[in-house]
């Protein structure tokens, strides 16, 4: 079931300058900054009551990340939808139509996210996360 929007992930060039500009722009220092290696990149999470503004910087020419800005430059990489169970609603999607990017959701953020992708071919343009959050209530 989808919960809401999680966060709303921009790819940026440089992540400490965009902190920097973040933090001016909302007044508030981000709530994590870590690096998340499975997805090679880096990150850092402002949260703005039940919504957070993802900043991601690629740690790898090959990551997503960096190839998106190569393509594209800066901007808005994707939304992420809240999820009570990513893995049943990654079958539930498949099961509607659309391209669930990993065979099993991954865990990141040292074990606080269980995530997965649905492929933009299937959702208007768009690169959709679904994310559970593992015992965190917020």
Do not use: W
């Not at 808005?76 to 169970?85: E, G, N, P, W, Y």
């Not at 391209?99 to 953020?109: D, F, I, N, P, Q």
């Amino acid at each position: 079931m989808i919960l809401g929007i999680d966060h709303i992930a921009i790819a940026v060039k440089d992540l400490n300058e965009a902190i920097e500009k973040y933090r001016k722009l909302l007044g508030k220092d981000p709530e994590k900054v870590e690096e998340v290696p499975q997805e090679k990149v880096r990150i850092a999470m402002f949260k703005l009551g039940d919504v957070r503004i993802e900043l991601l910087q690629g740690t790898s020419p090959d990551s997503s990340v960096s190839k998106f800005i190569e393509k594209r430059g800066e901007g808005i990489h994707h939304i992420a939808l809240r999820v009570d169970k990513v893995d049943e609603e990654a079958s539930r999607l498949s099961s509607e139509g659309f391209k669930v990017l990993y065979s099993e959701a991954r865990v990141v953020s040292g074990g606080e996210r269980k995530i997965n992708f649905i492929h933009p071919k299937t959702t208007c343009g768009v690169l959709v996360e679904i994310v559970e959050r593992l015992g965190v209530s917020d």
